[in-house]
């Protein structure tokens, strides 16, 4: 969703299929095998309802489901990591970056390989925090508990001088304020929602021909979910600012 | 998980297989709806396997899914929720029970009416706990984030002079010490997963053809998973308390 809204605010004339596939995540915790699964039927839904582009707006379907995605589609496939991972390559001065993610992103090393191919003289601290994840579908975005749970996620990065931290995750973005006292002003927070939306706008300016604007400000934007609760409908209109009207399928 | 093992531990010799939808997992975040049909399609699987009676091994599934299963499938469908909920009754002394579950189990409000059906004078005092589940997966048992947790949830039960607290998801059963801690020794607490192994005991000795022991100590016990990764296989070792061989299917 955090996907969602960004492409809103940079491309709002721009008609939008949304499906978050609440029915069963997390991803973050599972297997490669079960998350390729997965993007499979969440990317043909997609297209069968008219997406002539997709964006893969998870981390951890990005970072072990792409590859395959490319070969069994036949449309442009942006995903949220390799964005990300060039923003840190721009920013960082001294060369370290950090990577926060769920435990399938960090165990694919997805981001140390896109990095460190393009920079081998660079550092990659990465550091999985998996609770992330439920404590901002929870709403705790402020709770003292999560602010000591970050403390302990992000401890281990705070001896390694990095001066660039990902967040790897696109329910990190909930969490930034309290990611950003924790580590310091001094470490730039990537944010893989914000980027993988600028990488689109680009696409769209060199490709125009890719996806056409209607035109409508969100009046072609539709959000399908494949489970629908009180707590989703609450998490969807704190991201988006507003009550969304969530189809479920 | 905690269900097997206590089915284990109560009756060694008969067949057990078991099937953990670790692919789909949590359910007690999802909707009724999403629930019920992925309790159809489980059980399905389980009979199929060659299952003659089938144990609902979850609170959540048993709250929500326990009717439709028994309209669909015409085997003998236990579920965790009633001996869990017979057993408070047993237990307290001055008829105030608390539950402690999921969101679903918790809104279901199917430990309440089971209790005040047969007992309409006793106080049921319910508290949705979702964090606890990740928790558990994470293995933090003996954090003290996960003590706070526990805390702040606990805390509205504190002051319910309840002297019966019901564990009402098969999770819990790994964080009784603190939570024993937490509510005070004078609160007797009540374990579903245990519970529910002793109601088929009872049933298995009154009913002694409805599942034939082969006498063979775990020699027929099959456990299948929808997903397999590291951190299920160590939690399954941590509750059996031995290497478990998971079969991914």
Redesign the interface.
Known sequence: MTVARAVEQLLPGYPLLYFGD???TPYG???P??IIDYSLRNTEFLLQKGASLIIIACNTASSVATDRLRQEFHVPIIEVVTPAAVEAIACTKNGRIGIIGT?ATVKSDIYRRIITGLHPEFKVFSQEC??L???V??D?TNK??TK??IR?YLHPLQNSQIDTLVLGCTHYPLLKDLIQARIGRHVRLIDSSVEAARHLQKMLCTQPDLVKPTGAHLADHIYYV????D?VQHVAARIFGRPMELHHV
Not at 226 to 229: E, I, R, V, Y
Request: hydrophobic fraction near 35%; charged fraction near 35%.
């Open positions: 609440i029915a069963r915790t599972k297997s095998e079960t435990k998996p609770l994840v439920p404590l579908e929870e705790w003292r508990e000591m749970i302990r494949s489970d629908l609760t707590a």
